[in-house]
């Protein structure tokens, strides 16, 4: 029986086990998927221990993505360029690291809105942890002019840096400029959700009207930014097919079947 899990601290809200539950369940596959709340201090032995473990992978989630980044030397493209690790398998008895948000955040707009790999500019508001498999995942599909808007101006620079010149630092208040002439508007921020009240949704008026946006968070499922989208009419993709999709090179990493996102999928996991 092959055994995979999810690990992060704490674990509880972890949608994971039933999307992969789903898939075992759905394929007929005898195998396990655990959520493991592991703490901080034990994380590092856990990744110690993993090849022995009896486990074939499993994915890891806050707080534990930058350390298992910094523990295991080999490392996909993905994590690479993100600079945090989500998906764990071992090869030939190594463990290795890998990053399947960017492939996620891509594989959910192929879904909806295929057209979004014609736009050459976006604007990504944020600039987290999340943004980076986002900004990764734009320059992947062509885009060739990346603004990055964050409140901390500084971080938004670093990032910059470190994604290179089709990348571009900006101040919070200048999206509502920045969107004149943008293709593709991400939400990564926490903006719109609680505790955000001080930072307004931006005016998304000057968006021309064939642009697409998208938020990353998908509870709700039609955020604050893509309800105002929506209200002017816009193409709106939002961010549960992200989740689905991150899930799929994991499965079939450990499960050998690479297994399908579907309706029947995204209604259980609304309903969870
Ligand atoms: P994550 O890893 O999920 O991206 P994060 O690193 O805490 O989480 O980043 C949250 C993002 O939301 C950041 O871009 C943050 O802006 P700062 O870098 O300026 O902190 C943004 N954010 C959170 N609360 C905000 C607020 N009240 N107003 C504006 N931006 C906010």
């Known amino acids: 029986m092959t055994r995979a899990f999810v690990t992060g601290w704490p674990i509880t809200h972890s949608k994971s ?6 898939w075992l369940n759905k394929y007929g596959i005898k195998g396990t998927y655990e959520a493991l709340g592991i703490e901080p201090e034990n994380f590092v032995q856990f990744l110690d221990d993993l090849p022995k473990s009896g486990f074939a992978g499993g ?8 350390v298992a980044f910094d523990t295991i030397p080999d490392r996909d493209e993905a994590a690479e360029m993100i600079g ?4 764990l398998w071992l090869e030939g008895g190594k463990l290795k690291g890998g990053n399947t948000d960017a492939y996620g955040f891509s594989a959910n707009l192929d879904d909806y809105a295929p057209q979004w790999r014609q736009g050459k500019i976006a604007t990504v508001m944020g600039a987290g942890g999340a943004s980076r498999a986002i900004i ?8 060739t002019d990346v603004r990055i808007a964050n409140r901390t101006v500084r971080r938004a620079q670093s990032l910059a840096d470190r994604f290179g010149e089709a990348c571009s630092a900006h101040p919070w208040s200048a999206i509502e400029e920045l969107t004149q002439d943008t293709d593709f508007l991400v939400n990564t921020s926490s903006v719109g959700m ?7 949704i931006p005016d998304l008026r000057n968006l021309a009207a064939e642009a697409l946006v998208t938020d990353i968070v998908y509870t709700p499922l039609e955020t604050p930014i893509l309800k105002a989208a929506n209200d002017q009419g816009l193409t709106t993709v939002d961010g549960l097919g992200m989740l689905l999709h991150q ?3 994991g499965f079939e990493k450990w499960f050998g079947i690479r297994p399908e996102v579907t309706d029947d999928l995204r209604n259980t996991i609304l309903g969870a």
């Open 17 to 22: 086990p039933v999307l992969h539950g789903f």
């Open 59 to 66: 994915n890891v989630t806050i707080p534990h993505k930058e």
């Open 84 to 87: 945090a690790v989500n998906t």
């Open 136 to 143: 990764y995942a734009l320059l992947n599909a062509g885009f």
């Open 194 to 200: 609680a505790g955000t009240e001080d930072t307004p």
């Open 247 to 249: 899930a799929v090179p």
